[in-house]
């Protein structure tokens, strides 16, 4: 065992111990970063720039910062805005306004030490970071950090089956294309998300819907434990046992708790192919969609294997799409009767396939990457009326915007179903404050794509717009409800705030005990911090 690892180790036994006795220094008040860095084998008086640090201005912080870690690690792991891997990297994105964003370089972690070092380095040079698993978020800066270090997973890509096939553990540089297909011939699964580009790590971090949700609930509360690089460089292992606090905070926390190295997750037993796919009617279809919507969220219980995601776009007219699965490679389950009753469907791509397939079709041009992207969402009550409302007033709003370039609009209805709801109170709960007595919900995604940046904030506020009245309608039924889908939010949206007030403050509770010094929340600005929304006032 090298000095570093044995250190770290004696260290975390330490900081259990400190943890039990008085919760508020899990990080010594009198931390001393230089002195963490020499525990990860890193001599800052042997790296001259961050040596004589104290005579440079904050503005070169992050140039310090990347020339350092570059002299740490070497090129293989720095990115540095001249290099063709540095472009091809930012270029990855999955929205046009993230790929905008240039950070002062990439740095490519290969084990958790790596990772560790990087967050000391950035305390030390105040230099602010980010960081990228699939670089799906919808959030500009919300995985990428303009003159900053952008820290990149990629080679963290570990996936591993336990000997009793119960637990995949994998690492953060992975999509669920990586996951499902690795997996595959082992006939296990685990829950995540469903199209195959999109991270493993927003995704679990924020709740994560599944095709396999309402037999299994969401992907945060099917985590078993996590290793955590915390504020103070520590690794440690987060689980229901250990860190409990930590463990639920994560579950639905996003950004906020420190850097995930690794996902250790429930296997699923999967039967080799299901089926699923895509079916397009046109509006004469849209309210037997809306009812057979209704009806498979409201029995969700008597048979959790089916999975739907109800859109409606526009295509120079109006057009509904309908995501349907069944976890079983059976076309013709009893309980999508209804939906398989509705005929006319201008194209039909439901077929028998493996969930990695099923992930890649649903990743064609839907996708839309490259294009400007915004994501708003809320729930109410699953409300056949407030359904058809809500999708009603997408239509009428929508021709504020249909002429915007290349503009690709749809609001999607999903459900958390009651089994989602149950299962979000298992291993302790999580933080999303859902309550299995409020359910089912339905959950509303207004997806936005389109192409030139002048048109960013009349479609925000076509998307603010469809929001206000929506939620409107639902309180005007008593129908609605505060949360807030991280995975799916807009900047203007407060997320942590609809998780309720007590989850809220147990939060900065929790932050305050392990990072007092709000690294998560100030160094790593992006995404959604535990007070306010990213953004304040909309254009
Ligand atoms: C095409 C598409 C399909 C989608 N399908 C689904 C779906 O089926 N189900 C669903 O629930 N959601 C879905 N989403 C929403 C998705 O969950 C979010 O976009 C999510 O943020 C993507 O995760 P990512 O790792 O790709 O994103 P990133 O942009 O890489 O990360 C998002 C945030 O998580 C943080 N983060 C990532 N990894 C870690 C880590 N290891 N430790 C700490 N913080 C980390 C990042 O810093 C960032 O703030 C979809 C989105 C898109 C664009
Ligand atoms: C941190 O430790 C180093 C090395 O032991 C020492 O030189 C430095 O003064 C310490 N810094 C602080 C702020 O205590
Ligand atoms: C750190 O590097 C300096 C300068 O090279 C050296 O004098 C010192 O002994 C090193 N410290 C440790 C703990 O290795
Ligand atoms: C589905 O179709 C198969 C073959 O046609 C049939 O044997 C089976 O009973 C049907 N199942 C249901 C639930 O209708």
Sequence with gaps: MSTSTFLKMKFVAFATLIVCATPQTFEPVDFNITEALLDNGVNISAIPELSDLTTRSLLSGCVTACNSLQLIFGDDQLDAQSESTYSAFVNDYWSAQQREIIPQCVFKPEKPLDVSTAVLVSRLTKCPFAAKSGGHSAVPGGSNIAGGITISFEKLNKIALSSDKKTVSFQPGHTWFDIYSALEKDNVAVIGGRVASVGVGGLTLGGGISYFSSVYGLACDNVESYELVTASGVIITVSQNSFPDLYWALRGGGNNFGIVTQFNVAAIPRAPTMWGGMRTYLSTEFPALIEAYYNLGMNAKKDGKAHQILSFGWGGIEV????????????????????????????????????????????????????????????????????????????????????????????????????????????????????????????????????????????????????????????????????????????????????????????????????????????????????????????
């Design 320 to 539: 509904a799409q309908v995501e349907l699965e069944y976890a079983d490679p059976i076309a013709n389950a009893s309980i999508l009767a209804e939906y398989n009753g509705i005929t006319g469907a201008i194209a039909d791509q439901t077929a028998v396939r493996s969930l990695a397939e099923l992930t890649s079709l649903l990743d064609g041009p839907a996708s839309g990457a490259g294009l400007r992207q915004a994501f708003w969402t809320w729930s109410v009550k699953l409300d056949k009326e407030l359904a058809t409302i809500t999708k009603d007033i997408f239509f009428e709003e929508l021709p504020a915007v249909v002429d915007a370039a290349d503009i690709l609009p749809a609001v999607s209805l999903q459900v958390l179903t009651d089994p989602i709801l149950e299962k979000t109170t298992t291993r302790g709960g999580n933080a999303l404050g859902l309550n299995p007595q409020d359910g089912p919900l339905m959950n509303v995604l207004v997806a936005l794509k389109w192409s030139n940046s002048a048109d960013d904030d009349r479609i925000n506020e076509f998307a603010a717009k469809v929001k206000e009245r929506s939620i409107a309608a639902a309180v005007a039924k008593g129908k609605s409800s505060p949360y807030l889908y991280m995975n799916y939010a807009s900047p203007w949206q407060d997320v942590v705030a609809g998780y309720g007030s007590a989850n809220q403050a147990r939060l900065k509770v929790i932050s305050k005990k392990y990072d007092p010094t709000g690294v998560f929340e100030t160094l790593q600005p992006g995404y959604f911090k535990l007070s306010g929304a990213p953004k304040a006032t909309l254009a």
